[in-house]
């Protein structure tokens, strides 16, 4: 059964003949040491500098890619097509990209492997696609990467679907982990004020752009990170934030159908962006942090939301919206205690209206909620401070 992670030995790409910093296109020669390299045993390291390629790169089972922890190891794309790293077919342990600076490059998970991404940065993305498509089907780890998007080169940053392997087999996908991400538009302003212990990811923002390092311009998403499927999920410790210029329909957050969907201790920032979820079932928001954000609970596709929890999270300065109307009993319905709010924590900023937790009629599961339709003032287990 293919591992998360193994141990791997490191072959420098100056062994094949891969020299950082030339002009020309590097493609085939990375290619060709990929496919040299023992499976499930070795990794190609990229030592610091840049390296152009103009097409895709496939990774054998249980290779990968590393760069420099030191200096910047950057693989750098050409034109608006913006090539992808993804993996090749077959079955081995789990492919891994880490330590690398990715410039207008995606990367493209196309397997059921599992796949580590780990401590890179990615940004001048070109394309509107995903920087990250990750499909489940093994046990995949997003974890302390940052993702940028500049003015003028908006679009997605992570997409979670369906891997071909388990759509057609109808089996049960792995679990994906993303974890201890900054994405968007945070800075060292932001760490200060939330007093946020320092991560990787941080380092990593600081490493590019400086110590007193600002990305308020950096944060140009239609869509940060998004489910399409329903597949399990860890989404955990991740900072998000859109640029105060965007207003493409901005969505820091669209959870289609989740199902073992855990959103725990996440910062969401932005003045004009949404976090959304759609007919969830088993899911836990637990602990989270919804700055200016509109957070909605809806229904997809007349779909019932089921066994939701949602406990001890803070919004602050938007409505919490709840559409999902309680419908029925059993398994095909959204029942009285399918959607539960408990201990969440909703403030208003100055000279803003009250915050509301706005419920139809029919969806009033909570003794605190069934006082009258419409909008009404989050209550008791909930706290709500103007």
């Given at each position: 059964m293919p591992t998360l992670e193994t141990p791997h030995r490191l072959r420098c790409a100056?062994?094949?003949g891969i020299q950082p910093d030339r002009p020309h296109d590097v493609t085939r020669e990375i290619q060709m040491a990929l496919n040299r390299l023992d499976p499930d045993q070795e990794l190609l390291f990229l030592p610091a500098g840049r390296y152009a390629i103009?097409?895709?790169?496939?990774?054998?089972?249980?290779t990968g890619l590393v760069g420099s922890r030191n200096g910047l190891s950057v693989l750098k794309g050409s034109g608006p097509y913006s090539p992808a790293i993804g993996q090749a077919p077959g079955s081995g342990d789990a492919n891994r990209i880490e330590s690398l600076h990715l410039h207008n490059v995606l990367i493209q998970v196309d397997h059921e492997r599992p796949f580590v991404i780990r401590h890179n940065v990615l940004r001048h993305t070109a394309s509107s696609r995903p920087q990250m498509y990750i499909p489940s089907g093994g046990?995949?780890?997003?974890?302390?990467?940052?993702?940028?998007?500049?003015?003028?080169?908006?679009?997605?940053?992570?997409?979670?679907g369906l891997s071909p392997?388990?759509?057609w087999r109808r089996g049960v996908p792995g679990t994906i982990i993303i974890r201890g991400n900054l994405i968007g538009a945070v800075d060292t302003r932001d760490v200060r004020k939330y007093q946020h212990e320092r991560s990787d990811a941080e380092e990593l923002a600081e490493k590019v752009l400086g110590a007193d390092w600002d990305a308020r311009g950096l944060g140009h998403y239609r869509g940060a990170i998004a489910t399409a499927e329903p597949i399990p999920a860890t989404i955990e410790?991740?900072?998000?934030?859109?640029?105060?210029d965007m207003r493409e329909h901005p969505s820091l957050a669209?959870?289609?159908s989740p199902r073992q969907l855990q959103l725990q201790r996440n910062l969401f920032l932005g003045e004009h962006g949404t976090v959304t979820f759609r007919s969830p079932?088993?899911?836990?928001?637990?602990?989270?942090?919804?700055?200016?954000?509109?957070?909605?609970?809806?229904?997809?596709?007349?779909?019932?939301t089921k066994l939701t929890q949602v406990e001890d999270n803070w919004f602050r300065g938007f409505p919490v919206r709840v559409v999902s109307a309680v419908n029925g009993a059993g398994a095909e319905h959204t029942t009285p205690d399918d959607l539960v709010f408990t201990k969440n924590l909703?403030?208003?900023?100055?000279?803003?209206?009250?915050?509301?937790l706005r419920v139809p009629h029919a969806a009033s599961r909570d003794q605190e909620f069934q006082r009258r339709a419409g909008e009404i003032p989050l209550g008791l287990p909930n706290r709500h401070l103007g």
């Open positions: 100056l062994d094949f103009n097409d895709d790169l496939d990774l054998p089972p249980g046990a995949h780890l997003i974890e302390s990467n940052v993702l940028w998007r500049e003015p003028g080169n908006s679009g997605a940053g992570i997409q979670l392997e388990v759509w410790g991740n900072w998000m934030a859109l640029s105060h669209d959870f289609l079932v088993e899911t836990q928001v637990r602990g989270n942090v919804f700055n200016g954000i509109s957070v909605s609970f809806g229904s997809f596709d007349s779909a019932p909703v403030t208003d900023p100055p000279r803003m209206p009250p915050v509301r």
